[in-house]
């Protein structure tokens, strides 16, 4: 998870591993890596949330299109419009990244229609390098501007270790309502040995804003 090109990242994220006791390599990398954490916080969302919230059962997936959660609905009529324009205007003017698929989503079913309600939206980014901080906000701008009804939770998680690359995303107009580490403990012990002092500043302040939480906290977050 540790960026090679940087001394600092390597540092702070060895010791984080040595500190969850994990010393061995492992063949997961990359995609692979990325693709283990989704499922892993799909898992865990499914283990701790409770059946219902407010009477209404709940549904943890991934990958699922927003146009099938019924805030969002109405893009799907969008889409179908664009699709059916010849003169591909509507497409130039509109385009159609606005059909997103988060990486895991938590849906209500509220009883009044077919569709899901989308009570949360979780990005989960293996590492924060610049671009994924990005799509994170790209996509949390998109839940936020063409909903139909409540904004849903819109929540980061991430195994980055560099606390400068969690304020990337962490810090600003909160797209976000918060960003979850998976070893937020063991990061912070890791900052405090290995760590220089901008990183160690950054963290304090991200925790101490409450724009970083560890992921045990997730749960209860979105079980209000």
């Not at 390597?10 to 283990?36: D, F, M, S």
């Not at 324009?85 to 606005?98: E, F, H, V």
């Not at 590492?127 to 849903?152: C, F, K, M």
């Amino acid at each position: 998870m540790a960026d090679g090109g940087s001394k600092t990242s390597v540092a702070i994220a060895t010791k984080v591993l040595e500190t969850l006791g994990i010393t061995h390599e492992i063949p997961h990398v990359g995609q692979t890596a990325g693709a283990r954490l989704e499922e892993a916080v799909e898992k865990h969302l499914a283990d701790v949330l409770p059946r219902t919230i407010g009477g209404a059962p709940l549904t943890v997936s991934r990958r699922a299109p927003i146009i099938e959660f019924s805030q969002y609905e109405h893009l799907a009529q969008l889409e179908r419009l664009i699709k059916a324009d010849k003169s591909m205007t509507l497409r130039a003017s509109i385009g159609t990244d606005y059909v997103i698929k988060p990486d895991v989503t938590v849906g209500l079913e509220l009883g009044w229609d077919e569709s899901l309600y989308l009570h949360a939206a979780i990005p989960c980014k293996w590492t924060l390098r610049s671009d994924r901080a990005q799509n994170v906000r790209h996509e949390a701008v998109i839940l936020i501007r063409h909903r139909r009804g409540r904004l849903p939770h819109i929540a980061t998680v991430t195994a980055e270790p560099l606390p400068t690359r969690l304020a990337s995303l962490a810090r600003g107009t909160a797209e976000v309502d918060a960003v979850y580490h998976v070893a937020l403990d063991e990061l912070r012990a890791a900052c405090t040995a290995v760590g220089s002092s901008e990183q160690i500043e950054v963290l304090d302040e991200l925790t101490t804003h409450d724009r970083l939480r560890d992921l045990s906290m997730l749960g209860a977050t979105l079980s209000i």
